[in-house]
């Protein structure tokens, strides 16, 4: 397959709790992002992660990386009714440029 | 900063008829541009990528005849779906990247295509 997978691949938790997603991917890499997609509309960048880095904050948000497992994960903290949206990675293939994205996780935050 | 724009937002066209899809980057100049195009519940998949000034590259299984894809300057990229079918109808995406190769991907907000 060309894409990574990505799990679960639905979450709903309760607003205030935290949400973790998983990504796992195939080739080496340069670097992996996490994007963010509300229903119907286009990708809004999160995070970018490079592959000599373990792990990464912004905000609520805090991404890890193991290139031994190739898997990546994101922990949303505190989580709000808007951060309701689908929840994809892309990694950038370090034999290309292209970007391969993962299956996505849907979370719901419920209020 | 890096904002990218795309029109239409959405589009309702008769099977046969062609649709172009415009992409800009607002603020920078983006040197590749990519397509993607997207399923109801599914990721994005990549379709080709696009080079300012040169031809496009399309991914195994895309028909560059049906999508046809111009650069013509570092802010612009078309996409125009040629005698579109019902099977067309998506959600297209396309994104932009103005450093070097792997760098971060800025996304347009997409357009939905509805072929009748």
């Known amino acids: 397959s060309q894409q990574g997978e990505e799990d679960p691949q639905a979450l709903s938790i309760q607003e205030g709790e935290n949400a973790t997603m998983n990504c796992s991917y195939k080739t080496s890499i340069n670097n992996l992002q996490w994007y963010r997609q509300n229903s119907g509309r286009g990708l809004v960048h999160l995070i970018l992660?490079?592959?000599?880095?373990r792990e990464k904050h912004s905000g609520r948000l805090r991404v890890t990386l193991d290139t031994s497992k190739k898997s990546s994960s994101l922990l949303i903290t505190a989580s709000r009714a808007a951060d309701t949206a689908s929840y994809f990675c892309?990694?950038?293939?370090?034999?290309?440029?292209?970007?391969?994205f993962g299956t996505g996780t849907r979370l719901k935050v419920l209020a | 900063g890096a904002v990218v724009s795309q029109h239409p937002s959405r589009v309702i066209c008769k099977s046969g008829t062609s649709v172009k899809i415009e992409c800009r980057s607002l603020?920078?100049?983006?040197?590749?541009m990519f397509w993607y195009r997207q399923f109801p519940k599914k990721s994005l998949m990549l379709m080709a990528t696009?080079?300012?000034?040169?031809?496009?590259?399309?991914e195994q299984g895309v028909e560059k005849d049906k999508f046809l894809i111009n650069h013509a300057s570092l802010t612009l990229s078309t996409l125009t779906v040629t005698s579109a079918h019902p099977e067309d109808s998506s959600f297209y995406i396309c994104s932009a990247s103005g450093g070097g190769a792997t760098e971060t991907q800025y996304f347009g907000p997409g357009t939905r295509l509805l072929v009748l």
């Open positions: 603020d920078f100049q983006a040197t590749t």
């Open positions: 696009s080079n300012e000034g040169s031809k496009a590259t399309y």
């Open positions: 892309a990694t950038a293939d370090s034999g290309t440029y292209k970007y391969i």
């Open positions: 992660i490079r592959s000599n880095e």
